[in-house]
């Protein structure tokens, strides 16, 4: 049942002062970089009867929307640069708001988009592309945390922040400079989001996942680098010829497995591999 309290308004920059417990069975997923490789795949494995997902990405796709058609599903799709991750959290914190009395029996933002700068030790990065990896990898992904749990925090429904991260946030490797901080960030804040949230009454769970080594756009990138720059390409080059990647679609399951999970958040820092 919803309630709302008519001393409050509600609008952007202003908690809002609906309390949602769930009367459906409608789920709300927000995810990041859904227009291809594992984002896509987590779209359409979520496009089912009951979902409501806003995909947010640089471009769209127009055959998940007939994809939700056929599965009976809610689609959006936000065509947003997260490079301006402040003005796209605003927009998301504003709509969220707007839904507060939809009757969601669930909310989960998936933080999946990321960039990766040219290749090349961290003496010859361009300062423009190393920003632009930062801004779209760390700064979106915390703004739209920050603005998904605070317009949510009266929504009396699990909540749940899923970032996908990576192993060079864990481990360094030479001419990843900005990809293995911006990971390594994404681990820490999400470290210090979980702190906060478990002072909270209903306080979301939270989870930064590395999701294995997946044949995607990134891993040909990193299999083509120039060798000069790059003392680990072969390396990726040998997991592609051993047939040890999995499909994006394979990575997805298994991402949106763990998510499933009822102790998803018992561990802030964690790996599908685990």
């Known amino acids: 049942m919803c ?11 202003q908690r809002s002062a609906f309390i949602m417990a769930p009367m459906t069975d409608k789920h709300l997923t927000i995810l990041t970089g859904a227009s291809r490789g594992m984002g ?4 359409e494995q979520l496009l089912k009867p009951g979902q409501t997902l806003m995909c947010i990405s640089r471009n769209s796709h127009p055959p998940l929307a007939t994809r939700a058609q056929a599965a009976g599903s809610t ?4 065509t947003e640069d997260l490079a ?3 003005a ?3 927009k998301l914190e504003a ?4 839904q507060a009395g939809a009757g969601f029996a669930s909310v989960t933002l998936i933080n999946n988009a990321g960039v990766m700068p040219r290749i090349t030790p961290l003496s010859q990065s361009d300062a423009d592309d190393l920003a ?3 801004r779209v990898s760390l700064e979106a ?3 739209l945390s920050a603005a998904f749990l605070r317009a949510t925090e009266a929504w009396q429904v699990p909540r749940k922040v899923l970032n996908i991260s990576s192993g060079l946030g864990r481990r360094a490797m030479a001419s990843q400079a900005a990809y293995c901080a911006a990971k390594a960030g994404m681990d820490h804040f999400t470290r210090c989001m979980a702190l906060d949230e478990a002072l909270k009454s209903n306080g979301a769970k939270v989870c930064s996942l590395a999701p294995g080594v997946i044949d995607t756009d990134m891993q040909v990138q990193l299999r083509s680098a120039d060798d000069a720059l790059f003392p680990d390409r072969q390396g990726f080059a040998g997991l592609h010829q051993g047939g040890q990647l999995s499909s994006p679609a394979e990575a997805a399951k298994s991402v949106l497995a763990v998510l499933a999970r009822a102790d998803f958040g018992l561990r802030p820092v964690a790996d599908v591999r685990d």
């Open 3 to 13: 309630h709302f309290d008519e001393s409050h308004q509600c609008g952007q920059g």
């Open 40 to 43: 896509l795949a987590m779209a």
């Open 75 to 78: 689609l959006m799709q936000w």
């Open 84 to 86: 301006q991750g402040a």
């Open 88 to 90: 796209v959290s605003r």
């Open 95 to 98: 709509w969220l708001q707007s």
């Open 132 to 134: 632009q990896a930062l």
């Open 141 to 143: 992904p915390m703004q």
